[in-house]
Every structure is written in structure tokens, then in C-alpha cells.
């Protein structure tokens, strides 16, 4: 039995939201990375914190979640950013480039419309920043139909703290074993 997702977002959590001066924390490194489709001359500015690297592999470590990026980066995820915290490739939600101009269109997270088939059935922690009333409604309906659900929802500004991942390793250490075998769901995440 697969153990549970982890859901990881990136902008907000791994990337604070800049302060007025447009830098991040002091706990964080500028990077200048090139996104998928972005011109090499014009590379963006984003700040990591060089000790989440090794905080995520503990968690990736003791096999209580299999982490999956869940972001805007999208593959990028996996090529730009996880690199530069020496994070091994991990795999993607394959988000599309909706035309939105808010993360909530339909007063929930966007992401949702997507993740939420993809999980099919499946046990889910979640990490993102932008969840509004209505997501966290859609984890306790999830949970009360025997699929685990748990949002984390870190400040954007400040992005991830180690509370943060002790909270999803609580989670998933008390998820009872009771997600019977996916085999012959057809889902994506049923069937990656
Ligand atoms: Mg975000």
C-alpha cells in the first residue's frame, strides 16, 4: 500500500512572498533560475532556504508520504527548484496554465479542480498557502468519506517552518491502515 501524498506547493512555502524591498527572509538565498519558456537573459530572483532541503528529505526518509510537487513551477519543480535544495527528482501534478487572475475563480484554490480527480481515492496531506473556507470544507467532507485529508497552510510571508512537516509526519504516523489497494482505479494517482 502506497503510504499517503504529500502535496507540496512552492510559491509561498518554499519561496516566501518578497518584503517591501522585493528580497526574501534572511534565512533565505537568492537564486537567479530560467523557467520553462522564459528567455535565458531573463532569469527571476526567488529565495530559498538552504535548510529546507534537508528537513524535506527527512520526511521523504521515513517513507510516511510520497511526495509529489503541486505547483505553478509545475516540471520545473523537479529540474529548477528541488535541485537547488538537493532534493532528489520527485514527481509533479501536471497543473494547466488556466487564465485566471485570482488563485480562487470559483472561491476555492484553483489547484483543486485538478488535484482533486487526480487523487482518485487517496489519502492526502497537503501544503499550500492559498486554501480559502471552501477547501478546507472539501478536506473534512474528503476525510469523513474515509479519505484522509489534511490541509497545512503556512503564512506566505514566512513560507515554511520545520512545525509544518513535524505536523504532516504526526498526520501520516496516525493514518490508520485502512486505504484498501488502489489497483484497478482509474485515476492518475491510483494508477502512477
Ligand atoms: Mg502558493
Request: net charge negative.
Amino acid at each position: 500500500m502506497r503510504p499517503p501524498y504529500l502535496l507540496l506547493d512552492i510559491d509561498g512555502i518554499l519561496i516566501p512572498f518578497p518584503d517591501a524591498e522585493g528580497a526574501g527572509p534572511a534565512t533565505h538565498t537568492r537564486h537567479d533560475v530560467v523557467p520553462t519558456g522564459r528567455s535565458a537573459d531573463d532569469p527571476v530572483a526567488i529565495w530559498l532556504n538552504p535548510a529546507h532541503g534537508p528537513l524535506l528529505m527527512h520526511v521523504i526518509r521515513t517513507g510516511l508520504v510520497t511526495p509529489v510537487w503541486c505547483t505553478s513551477w509545475r516540471q520545473d519543480a523537479s529540474t529548477l527548484i528541488g535541485p537547488l535544495l538537493s532534493l532528489p527528482p520527485l514527481p509533479h501534478v501536471d497543473l494547466p496554465h488556466p487564465q485566471i487572475t485570482t488563485s480562487h475563480p470559483n472561491g476555492y484554490l484553483w489547484k483543486r479542480d485538478h488535484v482533486d480527480p487526480w487523487l482518485c481515492d487517496a489519502p492526502v496531506i497537503w501544503i499550500d498557502d492559498d486554501f480559502t473556507s471552501l477547501d478546507h470544507e472539501w478536506a473534512r467532507e474528503r476525510t469523513a468519506r474515509g479519505q484522509a485529508t489534511a490541509l497545512v497552510q503556512p503564512d506566505p510571508h514566512v513560507g515554511l517552518l520545520a512545525e509544518h512537516l513535524v505536523e504532516v509526519l504526526a498526520w501520516a504516523a496516525l493514518l490508520p491502515i485502512a486505504r484498501a489497494d488502489a489497483s484497478g482505479i482509474s485515476c492518475e494517482a491510483g494508477a502512477a
